[in-house]
């Protein structure tokens, strides 16, 4: 999946086209990410990123999703 979230963002969420599942992230100081990940009805936290640029944001992202599939 590609994450493409701006630090400047609050809020935002992707879809996993092969699984259908859903991954939200939301910031309140768009500093730290909460991340979700499940469907839209049923989820479970996947973690917290700290993050200081999109692209850390992004890589982390993929990186909290991989992990979180592999359970």
Do not use: C, H, P, W
């Amino acid at each position: 999946m590609k994450f493409d979230m701006s630090i400047d963002d609050n809020y935002a969420s992707f879809i996993d086209k092969e699984s259908g599942e859903a991954v939200f992230v939301e910031s309140f100081d768009n500093v730290d990410f909460e991340v979700r990940i499940g469907t839209v009805t049923d989820s479970q936290e996947a973690g917290i990123i700290r993050a200081k640029t999109s692209d850390e944001l992004n890589t982390k992202l993929e990186e909290v999703f991989r992990k979180f599939k592999g359970k």
